[in-house]
Structure formats: C-alpha cells, structure tokens
T-cell receptor
C-alpha cells in the first residue's frame, strides 16, 4: 500500500507570493490533517479534513487555508507569504480521523520564504 | 503552557547503550498516547500507540510505558543503534475528535 505522498518536497517562494501544497493520503483513508513544523515551535496543528469537510482548525491566521477533494486528496494554500512561514509542512492521513486510529505522516514539504 | 512536556530536550548516548525518554502530559480527557520517531527532514513515523487501559507496549527495541494516573509515559530504547539518532515526539490525543497535542520532542544522538 502506498504511503502518504506530499508534493512538492521542496519549495522556495518570495515574500508576498502564495503557495499550494498537495497531499495524497493512503488509499481508503478519509481524514487528512496538516501540520507546520519549525525548530522553535515544534509541530503545530493547522487543520483537519474529513470527507471534504473541515472538521478541526488550529490557531493560524486566515492566510492558511485548505480543502479536500472527493478522492480524499487535500491541498493547503498559504497566501501573502511571510518569512516566518518557512517551515516543514506535514500532512497525516488516517482511516477515520477518530480516537485510537493510527495517523500516518508524509515526508513533508520544505517551504522556504525569501 | 504546553500540555505535553518531554524530557530531556536532547540526549547523547553511545551505541549499544539503553536510554529512556520521558513524556508528562496534562491533556484531558485522555484518549491515547503515541510515540513517533522523526529523522531529520522527514515525516514522523509511528512507534507505538497506547490507550488508557494499556500500560506497556513494545515495538522491537522500543518499549513504551503509560501511567494514566500520574499522566506520565516513557519510551525505553534498548541496545541503541546509530540509526536510532532522531527526534522522538510524544503525542497525546484528547477527547473523541483526534485532537492531537504534540510534545517538543527529544533529540537523541547515538555515537559510535
């Protein structure tokens, strides 16, 4: 079974631009969660999608948005990029997104904002 | 204040030695606790997941313990190998909606 796939692996953008990251979950998984990881803050939850609906949202500004498609693939968009948005963005998929279900992470997208 | 505290922040041990990483949490209501291993620049990989009723779970050389009364967990690594060098992250889920709270991680370095 293929794992969680994130594209692209690396990205360099200029301040003020926008970026879209993609996540393909494990086949059959309907829940996709997004996280930002920085050296100073560790892993921080962005949002979770289940069956095309945003179910949970972390404490991030509205510049961060996402969506999920009918095939469970998810995209995350960041508009008006700031230098502080440089981070490793991880997505995780799980079968139901509920308690005690295993969450599998992708390799992440390393975003650098210059 | 972070609801999941890990210690130590970093640890250096010699290959072949054992070590124990700690995780204390205040997350409530408790659902489950997971330990992940994360190599530099890669996504976390699950080591163990424990529910309220489980107090020990092993995965090869990794053994996790959970004391739900004191809200403490530990990850014991036996006979460490160079490939164990990574960050180990404790994650506690709250309630029924898979609300995951992350510890800051312990950075383990295994030296030859």
């Amino acid at each position: 079974k293929a794992g969680v796939t994130q594209t692209p692996r690396y990205l360099i953008k200029t301040r003020g631009q926008q970026v879209t990251l993609s996540c393909s979950p494990i086949s059959g998984h309907r829940s996709v969660s997004w996280y930002q990881q920085t050296p100073g803050q560790g892993l921080q939850f962005l949002f979770e999608y289940f069956s095309e609906t945003q179910r949970n949202k972390g404490n991030f500004p509205g510049r961060f948005s996402g969506r999920q498609f009918s095939n469970s693939r998810s995209e995350m968009n960041v508009s008006t990029l700031e230098l502080g948005d440089s981070a490793l963005y991880l997505c995780a998929s799980s079968a139901r997104g509920r308690t005690n279900t295993e969450a599998f992470f992708g390799q992440g997208t390393r975003l650098t904002v210059v | 204040k972070n609801q999941v505290e890990q210690s130590p922040q970093s640890l250096i041990i010699l290959e072949g030695k054992n070590c124990t990483l700690q995780c204390n949490y205040t997350v409530s209501p408790f659902s489950n606790l997971r330990w992940y291993k994360q190599d530099t620049g890669r996504g976390p990989v699950s080591l163990t997941i424990m529910t309220f009723s489980e107090n020990t779970k092993s995965n090869g050389r990794y053994t996790a313990t959970l004391d739900a009364d004191t809200k403490q967990s530990s990850l014991h690594i036996t006979a460490s190998q160079l490939s164990d060098s990574a960050s180990y992250i404790c994650v506690v889920s709250a309630g029924n909606n898979n609300d995951m709270r992350f510890g800051a991680g312990t950075r383990l370095t295994v030296k030859p």
